[in-house]
């Protein structure tokens, strides 16, 4: 048997994950509200971005099949923890490694021939070389070091100990603070250097912890080099396979518009889309950690036999999901002009690189634009991966995976013909900045084309329900609990002449605070509020401030 914690039931280990997952992402929006305008002062418009995109293509470089190994391992450790075999979940859980560790020894080959030729396929300017190879090399060494730590990591979600993992991932995140705030230490040194190294060293010492810590968590989960096999490894991989293409999908989806950008208007547009992803990621970051661990959770449904348990907490996690979602992205959409100002308006009026290209107003324009795009067909995105994490876990990937194949590959084909066009057939592009909207036009045309209906027709069919049951779900329930705290959102907008960030902060509050009710009563069904309400009851502080007593014989009751 297994020497891991014991299970939890489902209601209580979905609110658990869905709750440390917003704790950890409130952390997280912190630190890239503080990090994201000390970095613009400090370093510049152009080499912000331009550190940004190394950001995002260094990780975008192995997060397919990473993501897919370590989706892979906690199934398949999920489905053999509690077996009797002798090292079935050590065996498991060595191939796993060993598969990341050929990843990582290949990134770090493909990092040295960029750090070596980067003009190869980075677009840059020619005093920017040292601090772009140097930025290179060390987010090579740090992504090497996540590839090959995360199966450690996903031991946390194998285990369902949320709290542990959305812990881990916050402390990565505010090492990145951190070492800024060292770097700006009087000491003389080149602050941009400085500050790469230092994270680089924090992130080893971080992933260290991280390994030391999973280990005894779950036990059984040994690596024993002797257990490599390779047939294992072959069925780790084929199965990684499939699951690589939701991540190859996110990949063109989020992070390929910013290297095309990169080539065709260069790094300034880096920055302006690097600004773009934060405040996606805002809107976009409440909604998507609901489901983060939902594969572990449904995985352990699965082998229980609990079909119509799995389908009904897919239903009510897409829903959240898509409430979250929509709510969140109406604060940024009706906020987005005071909050843009007072958070970056300060920093980018007087960049000189930025300026020499355009207007403080014609970059908030662009950043509006491009947001505006990326929000409404993040939505459906969101709420279809929600469904696909159940779907993979009840072992169904099979079933879907051509559907979001075909969605990356589309938007792949459509963005790469874009800039070649842009390229090759415009003259000097860069006179017609609009153009760049074109990549957040393919995405949500590709969004509204596979995630609106495409992907929606495959749940419905796989999951033996109606599309009319999913619409509810995740399209009028959330709409209906949206209404009110939007519209209060939009009276504010209209109310106030002069915004400051008192006002500002209060404005959110206080839609945030009718988002609470709104949300619990419209979005949340009857069952799923008296869970709540009971686990609330736990917790004396909540028990005194609603004036309620516990209620030890009703909490057992549910799956």
């Given at each position: 048997m297994s020497d891991s914690t014991p299970r939890r039931r489902t209601g209580n280990s979905l609110i658990l994950f869905i709750c440390s997952n917003w704790m950890k992402t409130v952390l997280l929006m912190v630190v890239g509200?503080?990090?994201?305008?000390?970095?613009?002062?400090?370093?510049?418009?152009?080499?912000?971005?331009?550190?940004?995109?190394?950001?995002?293509?260094?990780?975008?470089?192995?997060?397919?099949?990473?993501?897919?190994?370590?989706?892979?391992?906690?199934?398949?450790?999920?489905?053999?923890?509690?077996?009797?075999?002798?090292?079935?979940?050590?065996?498991?859980?060595?191939?796993?490694?060993?598969?990341?560790?050929?990843?990582?020894?290949?990134?770090?080959?493909?990092?040295?021939?960029?750090?070596?030729?980067?003009?190869?396929?980075?677009?840059?300017?020619?005093?920017?070389?040292?601090?772009?190879?140097?930025?290179?090399?060390?987010?090579?060494?740090?992504?090497?070091?996540?590839?090959?730590?995360?199966?450690?990591?996903?031991?946390?979600?194998?285990?369902?100990?949320?709290?542990?993992?959305?812990?881990?991932?916050?402390?990565?995140?505010?090492?990145?603070?951190?070492?800024?705030?060292?770097?700006?230490?009087?000491?003389?040194?080149?602050?941009?250097?400085?500050?790469?190294?230092?994270?680089?060293?924090?992130?080893?010492?971080?992933?260290?912890?991280?390994?030391?810590?999973?280990?005894?968590?779950?036990?059984?989960?040994?690596?024993?080099?002797?257990?490599?096999?390779?047939?294992?490894?072959?069925?780790?991989l084929k199965l990684g396979g499939m699951t690589a293409v939701q991540p190859f999908t996110n990949f063109n989806f989020f992070v390929l518009d910013n290297y095309l950008l990169n080539i065709v208007f260069g790094t300034i547009y880096n920055g302006i889309y690097a600004i773009v992803t934060q405040l996606r990621g805002y809107a976009r970051r409440f909604g998507s950690q609901v489901f983060v661990g939902t594969v572990a959770i449904a995985a352990d449904i699965h082998e229980r036999g609990q079909r119509q348990t799995n389908i009904r907490a897919m239903l009510t996690v897409s829903r959240i999901t898509s409430g979250v979602m929509l709510l969140s992205t109406g604060i940024i959409v009706i906020f987005f002009r005071p909050m843009i100002d007072l958070w970056l308006g300060s920093r980018l009026r007087q960049d000189e690189s930025l300026l020499a290209i355009m207007s403080y107003q014609e970059a908030v324009d662009l950043v509006w634009g491009m947001l505006s795009m990326l929000l409404i067909g993040g939505i459906l995105l969101e709420s279809v991966t929600a469904a696909s994490k159940f779907l993979y876990g009840m072992g169904l990937v099979k079933k879907y995976v051509g559907v979001l194949f075909g969605a990356g590959l589309l938007k792949f084909g459509l963005s790469v013909s874009a800039a070649l066009i842009m390229l090759y057939a415009v003259t000097d592009i860069s006179q017609f900045p609009n153009a760049s909207l074109a990549f957040s036009a393919i995405t949500l045309f590709c969004q509204l084309i596979f995630f609106g209906i495409l992907m929606p027709r495959r749940i419905v069919k796989l999951a033996e329900i109606t599309m009319s049951t999913w619409w509810w779900h995740v399209l009028v329930r959330p709409g209906m609990a949206a209404i009110v705290p939007m519209l209060a959102g939009i009276i504010l907008m209209m109310s106030i002449p002069v915004w400051t960030w008192a006002w500002l902060i209060i404005s959110i509050l206080l839609v945030g605070m009718l988002c609470v009710p709104s949300s619990f009563l419209l979005l949340l069904e009857h069952d799923e509020r008296q869970r709540v309400l009971k686990i609330a009851n736990r917790f004396p502080i909540i028990t005194r401030f609603m004036g309620r007593g516990r209620d030890p014989e009703g909490e057992g009751e549910g799956p």
């Open positions: 509200f503080l990090l994201i305008p000390l970095l613009i002062q400090t370093f510049g418009f152009r080499l912000f971005g331009l550190f940004m995109l190394v950001q995002q293509l260094t990780n975008a470089m192995v997060a397919p099949f990473r993501s897919a190994v370590t989706s892979t391992l906690v199934k398949s450790v999920s489905e053999v923890r509690d077996s009797k075999a002798p090292g079935s979940v050590s065996q498991i859980f060595t191939n796993g490694v060993g598969l990341l560790l050929i990843l990582a020894v290949c990134l770090l080959g493909i990092a040295l021939f960029v750090v070596l030729f980067p003009a190869a396929i980075l677009n840059f300017e020619p005093d920017q070389l040292f601090d772009l190879r140097l930025a290179i090399a060390t987010e090579a060494v740090i992504i090497s070091l996540i590839v090959i730590t995360s199966p450690w990591l996903s031991l946390f979600l194998v285990c369902q100990r949320p709290v542990l993992y959305n812990a881990d991932l916050t402390i990565r995140r505010w090492l990145d603070l951190i070492s800024f705030g060292l770097a700006m230490l009087p000491v003389g040194w080149n602050i941009f250097a400085a500050f790469v190294l230092i994270r680089m060293v924090l992130k080893i010492l971080h992933a260290t912890a991280r390994v030391l810590i999973a280990r005894r968590v779950m036990r059984e989960a040994r690596l024993d080099w002797s257990l490599l096999d390779r047939s294992v490894m072959s069925k780790l």
